[in-house]
């Protein structure tokens, strides 16, 4: 019996939830990070839609709790690329037996925390152990590694000697601290390279800017309050607006220091214990206690934090920012938004003006020698100056802190602050580098080298050798004394839970990580790209976590938690009056007795009998899986090499990695091999009837045509291909179909062998292909794909689903007019031109031209009625059907003159005329030979274009020339020739009277 999704798939209403799925992952993904994640909920809809009967009503079996389900429970389900885990974790949900495959021990080991049946409780207390288990120093661990991230509050952590300023802060005071209370957030860092003029070797930081962080906040004020002694007005702030602690280091823009369309307007800030606000016109001091009875409103200040190139100042500059500022520590000038990096790669010294790639720079040091370093700035945050505010532990237990004592710059930022490195900043992280050197021996830490390949090959032109190379000092410091006590863990469960945070601040806690002003103003991991992209400027996070920052192992150990929830409270998301809504399932992710997961090679690992293969497959060089995964494998092998022996090598497998990588040999054509060695194995162990579901990116290149390939290889028939995009609906309707990118999901099953011996023409089997598109459109425009109608864009790939399906089956058993097999990719492009044609409602092609040659089909469809054309619409038209370059080739069209090269000139039928002549005088000869068999027919023009003969003809016709001898000529071509004049002068009116000319000689 057929199943649901060899039928049709809710494209309309997945794609919907697609998208803000992929914004926020749920719980169990956002455990760890891996690579090219996919949406869940496209996965839940598979494998509802391929254990489900044909005709069921997928998008309510979502919504449905399947823990007693006779049609999912007990299906065998086999994913041979797990990856990140999306189908194994989907499948447990619905009951299935799941056999989860990865060659990665990374993407093994994240799929097994992830369905690791785990008692929340028994995990919280692990967590408390972890924190509370001692170092050799006799603090605890979390002490411990906070103790390294302390810094002085420049408003309430200065020495007592430094009087206060009104209002209780202390004001400008960064040395002499001898409070450190404040936690730090991030330490900002930069690399400095070293001028390559050799009589200059001076370093030069390579800030690209002096712009630390920037934020538009929104506070309460009073408008227009009268001075009681001048009686002018002004905007009274009853909040401030500050992202330093340090009153005297703001500077203000005189025109919009008051505030988002405040304009000109002065202001002053009201002291919350003193009550007073100074009079910005006569500096009197109102004193305003009955605050609360006044009118007040909202507003917004821009605020930017800059460094002072000279001074080494943090400052705050508010107001928008101009193109030069005037540091107000040392009172000189400098350009904030001009670095010593001009462009991306390169630096200008400021000593010499000597300009050079950094690279090279690089190249000059000695090959053990990194770029040297320095710290410049830091964001703090400081319990005292937060306030009144509720904190919510790991646990979510409230604690209400201490009301504010002094009315402080920072308490609106809930106590977080920037400010400058100062000597004791420096001195505690110099005390943490000797520490490490000191005790490094004792800790556990990578010393494997880092190999050369595709993505690495980067990191050792930057002189990375080793991977601990990619943190500093004091973060190996930390990170391997937080893993030697996870390893010190007795219950093996927890002691892999805690790892698997671990994991996580691994990838937030190196010198690859970014603080992203326009992100939110807050570090990104080494792995928001996929790549390792050295970076010249870098935040240290604070691997344990204060109250604030990005990832760091409470923040992670939260997650974890939430993950873990997640898998015995799981939700799908719902659309209901257009707001997302999560709905709660009874369903829970667990590993079970009979579910497996391999760390192995899909080629030989799988075993079994199967009901449904459910994967989605590597891309071709998209990610490179093994090289990206090694940052994490060397230190999670730290603690399971012993246990596992996957995780006994130094590095994680490649060899036996299904990838295109060029720098370790692997080509395209190893890549489809693989896959079709894995398909092949699919194919044994999957019954007869079952199905292979997977995903696949759709983009420009032969990635796609080497999956079909593989899998038409390993002996299945596709049945059918659905879109699945990132776009938001509103943004496609504006967009061509050919810009958005896809994922497609593949149905495929057991092609019969049998049926498969027999020679088709492609001629035939293209007759019956067209058919089933045209019975395919009239079942969407019934509904088969639901009541909301479908993109044009997303019906295209269907139709090309369907042909493909008439294809595969006769994979390798369809043979062209001289009996040659017709490759994939060469069906692959008629098809696509069928299919546009079928579904082009502006301009459709009369159907006896359905069949004709690539560069004519564009001709007609696109060129014919104009004179130029601008390069992406001839992108558009040709893509998938032919190169560019072809149709320059082929002289239909020329590169344009104008434009710097960005149209093309269409060339009209004159312009060609002496070329065709000389074409056409030699070729006369094979028109005689070509064959005229029935089904044949449509050859006819396989070695000429339909519109060379056209063009040819208008020319003749131009000249006067002598056109019966040529019409007798191409008398096969006859039939398409008319139709196609006819089509052309209705198409271009300027084509008029020689398309009458030739019309009227075809009559007679
Ligand atoms: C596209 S990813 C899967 C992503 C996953 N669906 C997710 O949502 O996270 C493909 C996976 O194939 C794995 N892989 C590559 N070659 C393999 C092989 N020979 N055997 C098993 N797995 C392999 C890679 O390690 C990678 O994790
Ligand atoms: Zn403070
Ligand atoms: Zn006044
Ligand atoms: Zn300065
Ligand atoms: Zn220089
Ligand atoms: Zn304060």
């Keep these: 019996m057929k199943k649901a999704i060899e039928e049709s798939f809710p494209i309309v209403e997945i794609n919907r939830l697609a998208v803000p799925e992929r914004n926020a992952f749920k719980p169990i993904y956002q455990m760890h990070k891996w690579f090219a994640r996919r949406a869940s909920c496209v996965f839940r809809a598979i494998l509802l839609a391929s254990m489900k009967p044909a005709g069921t009503n997928i998008m309510e079996e979502f919504y449905k709790d399947h823990t007693n389900d006779p049609d999912t429970n007990g299906v065998k389900i086999l994913d041979p690329f797990m990856g990140g885990g999306t189908t194994v974790v989907e499948a447990l949900r619905l009951g299935c037996h799941v056999t989860g495959i990865d060659l990665n021990p990374v993407a093994w080991f994240i799929v097994k925390t992830e369905v690791e049946p785990v008692d929340i409780d028994r995990l919280r207390d692990a967590f408390k152990r972890l924190e509370e288990r001692k170092t050799h120093t006799g603090k605890s661990v979390k002490e411990e590694l906070l103790s390294h991230y302390k810094t002085g509050c420049p408003c309430c952590g200065a020495s007592s000697d430094i009087p206060l300023n009104k209002g209780g802060s202390r004001g400008l005071s960064f040395c002499n601290n001898n409070k450190e209370d404040a936690d730090i957030i991030y330490t900002f860092w930069v690399k400095s390279a070293i001028c390559t003029n050799p009589n200059c070797k001076r370093e030069v930081t390579l800030f690209s800017n002096y712009i630390i962080a920037q934020k538009t906040p929104t506070i309460r004020y009073v408008p227009d309050y009268e001075c009681t002694h001048c009686k002018k007005v002004f905007d009274m702030d009853i909040e401030s607006a500050s992202l330093i602690a340090e009153k005297m280091l703001t500077v203000y823009n005189p025109k919009d220091a008051a505030g988002v369309l405040r304009s000109h307007k002065r202001w002053a800030l009201w002291d919350s214990m003193t009550h007073r606000a100074a009079c910005p016109w006569c500096s009197y001091e109102n004193v305003e206690a009955e605050i609360k009875s006044l009118k007040k409103a909202k507003k917004k200040v821009p605020l930017a934090v800059l460094l002072c190139p000279h001074c080494y100042a943090v400052w705050q500059y508010r107001g928008t920012l101009p193109e030069e500022v005037s540091c107000p520590a040392c009172k000189k000038d400098y350009s904030p938004n001009r670095g010593n990096v001009p462009e991306k790669g390169s630096f200008v010294c400021p000593s010499c003006g000597t300009k050079d790639k950094i690279i090279n720079s690089i190249r000059k040091l000695p090959q053990e020698q990194l770029l040297p370093t320095s710290p410049y700035a830091i964001e703090g945050y400081c319990p005292e100056c937060a306030g009144e505010t509720f904190r919510k532990n790991l646990f979510h237990e409230v604690t209400k802190s201490r009301r504010l004592t002094h009315s402080c710059m920072i308490n609106k930022n809930n106590g977080k602050f920037f400010k400058r490195i100062n000597p004791s900043d420096l001195k505690r992280y110099q005390d943490a580098e000797k520490r490490w050197e000191k005790e490094r021996d004792a800790l556990p830490y990578p010393k494997s080298v880092i190999p050369d390949g595709q993505e690495t090959h980067r990191l050792l032109e930057h002189h990375y050798r080793y991977w601990h190379q990619m943190f500093n000092p004091r973060q190996l410091l930390c990170l391997s004394t937080l893993l030697k006590a996870i390893g010190e863990e007795e219950d093996q469960v927890m002691k892999e839970m805690l790892l698997s945070g671990f994991l996580s601040t691994l990838e937030s806690n190196n010198v690859f990580c970014r603080y992203t002003i326009s992100g939110g103003n807050k570090s990104q991991g080494i792995f928001s790209r996929h790549d390792f992209q050295p970076k010249i400027s870098f935040t240290e996070n604070n691997p344990w976590g204060s109250c604030y920052g990005h990832s760091t192992f409470r923040n992670n150990f939260e997650k974890l938690t939430e993950g873990k929830n997640f898998c015995y409270k799981p939700y799908d998301r719902k659309y209901s009056e257009n707001k997302i809504i999560s709905e709660n399932r009874n369903e829970i992710i667990e590993a079970n007795n009979d579910s497996k997961m391999f760390c192995g090679n899909s080629r030989n690992t799988i075993e079994g009998k199967f009901n449904f293969v459910i994967t989605d497959p590597p891309y071709a060089g998209n990610v490179n899986y093994s090289e990206l995964a090694d940052f994490f494998y060397v230190w999670l092998r730290l603690l399971l090499s012993k246990t596992y022996p996957h995780f006994s090598p130094e590095l994680t497998p490649k060899v036996e990695e299904i990838v295109e990588n060029p720098t370790r040999g692997k080509t395209a054509k190893d ?244 070329d065709l002549q000389v074409f056409f005088k030699k070729d006369t000869k094979n028109f005689h030979q070509l064959k005229l068999l029935p089904e044949m027919e449509e050859e006819r023009f396989d070695n000429v274009a339909l519109v060379d003969i056209i063009h040819y003809l208008m020319g003749l016709a131009n000249a006067s020339e002598n056109l019966m001898l040529w019409l007798n000529e191409f008398k096969q071509a006859i039939p398409q020739v008319r139709v196609a004049l006819e089509y052309l002068k209705k198409r271009n009116p300027t084509f008029q009277i020689p398309i009458q000319k030739i019309v009227s000689l075809i009559e007679v």
């Design 671 to 914: 890549y489809e091999e693989g896959l079709t060695n894995v398909w092949k194995k699919c194919h044994e162990y999957l019954e007869a009837q079952g199905l292979v579901v997977f995903t696949f990116h759709h983009a420009e290149g032969g990635a796609w045509e080497s999956l079909l390939e593989s899998v038409c290889n390993a002996g299945f028939l596709i049945e059918s291909v659905y879109p699945i995009h990132g776009e938001s609906e509103s943004s496609l309707h504006l967009m061509d179909k050919q810009a958005i990118s896809y994922d497609l999901i593949h149905v495929c099953k057991k092609r019969n062998r049998v049926a498969n011996t027999k020679k088709r023409s492609w001629a035939g089997v293209r007759q019956e292909i067209r058919a089933k598109a045209r019975e395919e459109i009239a079942m969407i425009e019934a509904g088969r794909y639901g009541s909301e109608k479908l993109l044009p864009a997303d019906i295209n790939i269907i139709l090309i689903g369907k042909c493909l399906e008439l294809y595969s089956k006769h994979y390798g058993a369809i043979v062209d007019h001289n009996g040659d097999i017709v490759p994939l990719q060469k069906a692959l492009v008629s098809i696509r031109m069928m299919v546009e044609q079928l579904i082009d409602t502006a301009h459709p092609l009369p159907s006896e031209l359905e069949h004709i040659d690539p560069v004519s089909y564009v001709y007609f469809t696109c060129l014919c009625d104009r004179k130029e054309i601008q390069s992406d619409e001839v992108h558009k038209a040709t893509r998938g059907i032919l190169e560019i370059d072809g149709l320059i080739k082929a002289g239909v069209m020329r590169k344009g003159r104008a434009k710097r090269g960005r149209t093309y000139e269409v060339k009209q039928p004159d312009e060609r005329y002496k």
